[in-house]
C-alpha cells in the first residue's frame, strides 16, 4: 500500500514536472508533449480536414502526436474560449476560418477569447461559386440584375448557413451594391442549403465550389461568377466577381491556424515553419486539390496576423452598414 | 427492361468483386463491429465513433475508407437497441424509442426475444433500403429533392399529430409533455432572427440542448436514481436466461410481421430526406404503430410491436440516408457530411455522375451493406444470450458502470463538459416526472418535431411572402396536411361518440 501510494506520488509529480517543462524551455525543445488541435466545427468539412492532414504531418514529422479534437457550437465561441484558455506553451492550437476566427470576432467585441489568440498561418482558402437554380430566366450574374431591376425576375430569394455568415453577407453585399431588392433565407446549416436550392426554394446562393460543381456540371445550377482571385480551371468559363465589377464582394471562405496568446515567439515562428513545411508536401497538395482547396500559407506568422486584422476590420465594417446583429450581441 | 437488368447484374458483379476483396471484408466487419460495441454502449453515438476513425481513413483506398465509416454507422443501429431495451439507456439517440417497450418486456424476461426481434428486424429494414438504394436511387432522389419547407412542415405535423397518443393513458398529460418537449427544442438562437431564446446568456446553448443527453438523462439516468430506490423492486435476474426463452413465439413473429413492413415503408422514406434521418423515422413507425393497432393500451408496457417497428424504421433509413448523399452530394445529417468528407478527400465528388463515374466505389459500397448487415445478425444472435447476463450483474455494479458510460458517450458527441451536467439535470427531471406519473416519450417527441416543425412553417412563410394557403398548394404537402385534418376531426368524432355513449362514465 505505502508501496504504491509512494509510487502513485512519483508519478503525478513527475507528470507535474513534464507539464512544467515546456515553460522554461525554448522553441528548440518544442513540442514536448502530444499537441492538441482543436476545430470549431464538426468532422467532415474543409476546416476538419485540413486540421486532419496538417495534423497527421506534424506528428510524422516531429514525433510527438498530435490530435484533433472537435469543440463544434456556438460560431466558434466554445473552441476559441478552450484554446484561449490554455497553457501558452503552443501545445494547443486552434484550426480556425473566417466565420468563428473574423467575422465573429467583428460581431462580438465582448468575448475576448478568438481575438487574444496569436495568427499563426493561413492554411487554405475555399473558392466560392455565385449560382442559380437552373430554371432562372438568367445566364449570367448581369441578366440576373437586369431581370430583378426590370422586374422580369420578382421576388427573388436567396439562402445562407445563418444569420450573419459570409453567404448572406456577400449576396446582401451584391444586391445592395446593384440597389436590388432580394428576401433572405436562412437555414440551419450548410447542408439544408443545397436541396433548398435544387427545389427552387430558393434562386440563388453562394456556395464553396466543391459544394457546387457537380451541380453545375449536371446542368441543375448556373454557375455567375466564381469568387477566387482569378478564373477556376474547372469552371473556366465563368467570370470572377472582380471582373465583373464586383471587388471586394465574394468570400473564398479562409481556414488558418491560431494558437493560445502569450505563446513565445520563438515557438509560434517554429509552428509556422513546420506548417509551411508539411503544407509543401505532395499528399498534401494533391489531397486539397481534389477537395477544390487552395493552399495559401502565409510568408510569416506577423504577415498572416495583418491579414486577419484586415478581415476582422472588413467584416466589422460590413455587419455595421447593414445593421446585422449576431446572436448573443 | 432486360437492358436495365443486364447492366444492374454487372453493376452488381463489380460490387461484390470490390466488396469481396479481402481488404474490404476485414475493414467491413472491423466497422460493423465497431459500430455495433459503439452502439451497446450509451451515448457513444455513430458521429464521435466515426470522428474518431476518421483519421485512419485518409490513408485506406476509398472504397475502403466508406466501407468502414458506413459499418459504424448502421452498426451502431443493431447495438443501438441493446441498451435500450436491458438497461432502460439509449444506446443511441434513434434507439430511445426502444426503451418504451424494450424495457418492459425486459422486466418480463423477454429480453432475449425483444433483442432477436429487433435482430431479424433490422435485418429485414436494412436489407429492404439497400434494395431501394440499387433499384431506385435516382428516381427516390428526384422526388426527395422536390420536397420544400412545405412539404416537410405537413409531414411533420402529420407525424405529431399521428404521434399525440404516444404516451399512456392520458391525453392531457401526454399533450402537456409534448409542449414541455417543444419548449426544450426551441432553446437556443432562433434560426430566422438570429435573437437568443432561453439560453441564460450560456455560449453552450447557443446551439440548443443535446438531444443524446435530454434522451439519456430522461431514460437512463432517471432509470438509475429509480433503482437506487427500489434495488430489490424489479428481479429481472431471476429468470434463467436459456437459448429457449430467446427464440420468439408464434404469436411474436405474427405480432411483428407488419409492424416490420410498415417500419421499413417509414424509415426508407425519412432516411432518403435530407434533415430528417433515423430518429424522427423511429418515433414515426413508434406513432403509426400505435396508431393501428387493435390494442393501443398494450404500448408502453411491452408490446413487440412497440419495439420491433422503429427498430426496422432506422435501419431502413439508415440505408436509405446514403441515397441523397451518395448521388447528389447531399449529407442529410451529421454522419453522412463525415461520409462525404472521407470521399471528398479522396478526390471523389459524390454527385449524380458518381454512380457512372465511380460504378466501383458505389457498387462496391452497396455490396458491402449487404456483407455487413448478414455480419451483424451473425455477430448480433450469439451474443444475445451474453447481452442479457448483463442482466446478473449486481446493481451496485452495473448502474455505476452505466452512469460512467452516459457521462463519456454525452461527453464525447460535442467534447462538452456542460452536457454533462444537462444529463444529470433531464435525470433527476425524468425522476421526478416518474413520481408525478408524467410520461417521458412525448417530451422527446416535441423536442424532435416541434422545432422541426416552426422552422419549415416560418421557412414556407417567408418564402410564400406570409401566403397561408401556399401550404395547401403544392400537391404533396396540400395532401399530407388534408390527411392530418382528418386524423384529427375523427379522433374528435370519436372522442365525442364515445362521449355519448357512456354519459355516466366519471
Redesign the interface.
Known amino acids: 500500500m505505502t508501496m504504491s501510494r509512494r509510487l502513485l506520488i512519483a508519478a503525478v509529480s513527475s507528470v507535474a514536472m513534464l507539464g512544467m517543462l515546456p515553460a522554461g524551455a525554448g522553441a528548440a525543445d518544442y513540442p514536448t508533449k502530444p499537441i492538441r488541435v482543436v476545430v470549431p466545427v464538426p468532422p467532415g468539412g474543409p476546416t476538419d480536414i485540413i486540421a486532419r492532414l496538417v495534423a497527421e504531418g506534424l506528428q510524422k514529422k516531429w514525433g510527438q502526436p498530435v490530435v484533433v479534437e472537435n469543440k463544434p457550437g456556438a460560431s466558434g465561441i466554445i473552441a476559441n474560449e478552450d484554446v484561449a484558455a490554455a497553457a501558452a506553451d503552443g501545445h494547443t492550437v486552434l484550426v480556425g476560418n473566417v466565420s468563428t476566427n473574423a467575422i465573429n470576432v467583428a460581431a462580438y467585441p465582448d468575448r475576448k477569447a478568438a481575438a487574444s489568440l496569436i495568427p499563426v498561418t493561413n492554411l487554405i482558402q475555399v473558392p466560392g461559386v455565385f449560382v442559380g437554380n437552373s430554371t432562372v430566366p438568367a445566364n449570367s450574374a448581369k441578366e440576373l440584375i437586369e431581370g430583378m431591376r426590370s422586374g422580369a425576375i420578382k421576388s427573388l430569394k436567396y439562402g445562407s448557413p445563418g444569420i450573419g455568415t459570409y453567404p448572406q453577407l456577400d449576396a446582401l453585399m451584391l444586391f445592395k451594391k446593384e440597389g436590388v431588392k432580394a428576401t433572405h433565407i436562412p437555414y440551419k446549416g450548410a447542408a439544408q442549403i443545397l436541396p433548398a436550392l435544387l427545389a427552387n426554394e430558393i434562386q440563388v446562393e453562394f456556395l464553396n465550389e466543391s459544394t457546387a460543381i457537380g451541380q453545375i456540371k449536371d446542368g441543375k445550377l448556373k454557375p455567375y461568377a466564381v469568387t477566387w482571385t482569378e478564373r477556376l480551371p474547372e469552371l473556366a468559363d465563368v467570370p470572377t466577381m472582380t471582373e465583373l465589377g464586383y471587388a471586394g464582394i465574394g468570400t473564398s471562405a479562409w481556414h488558418a491556424m491560431f494558437v493560445t496568446g502569450g505563446t513565445p515567439q520563438a515557438v509560434v515562428d517554429k509552428l509556422h515553419g513546420g506548417v509551411v513545411e508539411v503544407l509543401a508536401d505532395p499528399d498534401i497538395r494533391q489531397k486539397t486539390a481534389n477537395q477544390y482547396l487552395k493552399l495559401v500559407p502565409s510568408k510569416s506568422a506577423a504577415d498572416f496576423a495583418g491579414f486577419v486584422k484586415a478581415e476582422t476590420a472588413k467584416w466589422g465594417t460590413v455587419l455595421a452598414e447593414n445593421e446585422i446583429k449576431l446572436p448573443g450581441q | 427492361m432486360m437492358d436495365v437488368f443486364a447492366t444492374l447484374s454487372g453493376n452488381i458483379g463489380i460490387g461484390l468483386a470490390t466488396a469481396f476483396s479481402p481488404a474490404n471484408l476485414l475493414y467491413c466487419f472491423i466497422g460493423v463491429f465497431a459500430g455495433m460495441l459503439v452502439g451497446v454502449l450509451p451515448g457513444i453515438g455513430a ?1 464521435a465513433a ?2 474518431m476513425l ?2 485512419l481513413t ?1 490513408n485506406l483506398a476509398p472504397t475502403s475508407a466508406l466501407i468502414l465509416l458506413a459499418g459504424i454507422w448502421y452498426g451502431t443501429a443493431y447495438g443501438g437497441s441493446t441498451a435500450a431495451i436491458l438497461l432502460n439507456v439509449p444506446g443511441s439517440t434513434s434507439s430511445a424509442v426502444a426503451c418504451l417497450d424494450g424495457y418492459p418486456m425486459a422486466k418480463q424476461g423477454r429480453a432475449g426475444i425483444a433483442l432477436m426481434m429487433t435482430t431479424v428486424g433490422s435485418f429485414f429494414g436494412g436489407s429492404v433500403g439497400i434494395l431501394l438504394m440499387m433499384l431506385f436511387s435516382p428516381v427516390i432522389v428526384g422526388y ?6 412545405a412539404e416537410y412542415f405537413a409531414l411533420m405535423t402529420l407525424g405529431l399529430v399521428a404521434a399525440s397518443t404516444v404516451a399512456g393513458e392520458s391525453v392531457v398529460k401526454s399533450l402537456a409533455m409534448v409542449v414541455l418537449g417543444i419548449m426544450f427544442g426551441t432553446v437556443g ?8 431564446r432561453f ?1 441564460f ?1 450560456q ?2 446553448l ?2 440548443g440542448i443535446s438531444i443524446a443527453a435530454l434522451a439519456m438523462g430522461l431514460f437512463g439516468v432517471s432509470e438509475v436514481i429509480t433503482s437506487i430506490r427500489a434495488v430489490h423492486g424489479a428481479d429481472i435476474r431471476s429468470k434463467s436466461i436459456t437459448l429457449r426463452s430467446m427464440i420468439p413465439g408464434r404469436d411474436d413473429v405474427r405480432r411483428s410481421m407488419m409492424p416490420m413492413v410498415r417500419g421499413t415503408a417509414i424509415g426508407s422514406f425519412f432516411g432518403a430526406l ?2 430528417t434521418g433515423p430518429a424522427i423515422a423511429a418515433f414515426l413507425s413508434y406513432a403509426v404503430e400505435k396508431r393501428v393497432a387493435r390494442e393501443p393500451e398494450r404500448f408502453g408496457k411491452g408490446a413487440i410491436e412497440g419495439v420491433v417497428a422503429p427498430e426496422t424504421a432506422n435501419n431502413a433509413a439508415d440505408q436509405t440516408a446514403f441515397i ?1 448523399t451518395m448521388t ?7 454522419t453522412m ?6 470521399l ?10 458518381l454512380m457512372s463515374e465511380h460504378p466501383d466505389i458505389f457498387w462496391g459500397l452497396v455490396m458491402s451493406f449487404w456483407i455487413g448487415n448478414l455480419i451483424l445478425v451473425v455477430l448480433n444472435i450469439p451474443l444475445i444470450g451474453l447481452w442479457v447476463r448483463i442482466l446478473t450483474v449486481p446493481y451496485q455494479l452495473l448502474y455505476p458502470a452505466i452512469l460512467m458510460f452516459v457521462c463519456i458517450g454525452v461527453y464525447t458527441v ?3 463538459t456542460f452536457d454533462v451536467w444537462m444529463v444529470v439535470l433531464f435525470g433527476v427531471l425524468g425522476y421526478a416526472m416518474r413520481i408525478a406519473d408524467l410520461p417521458a416519450a412525448p417530451v422527446l417527441l416535441g423536442f424532435v418535431l416541434g422545432p422541426m416543425m416552426e ?1 419549415h412553417f416560418r ?1 414556407t412563410m ?2 410564400a ?1 406570409g401566403d397561408f394557403l401556399a401550404l395547401f398548394h403544392r400537391p404533396v404537402s396540400g395532401v399530407v396536411l388534408g390527411l392530418t385534418i382528418a386524423i384529427l376531426a375523427w379522433g374528435l368524432w370519436n372522442t365525442l361518440r364515445l362521449h355519448r355513449a357512456r354519459p355516466a362514465s366519471p
Open positions: 458521429v466515426m470522428s476518421f483519421p485518409l426527395a429533392m422536390e420536397f420544400t419547407s438562437i432562433d434560426v430566422y432572427t438570429g435573437g437568443e439560453t446568456g455560449a453552450s447557443y446551439d435530407p434533415g441523397p447528389l452530394g447531399i449529407p442529410g445529417s451529421a457530411a463525415i461520409m462525404l468528407g472521407a471528398m478527400i479522396q478526390g471523389i465528388t459524390p454527385g449524380p455522375k460535442n467534447t462538452n422552422e421557412r417567408l418564402v411572402d
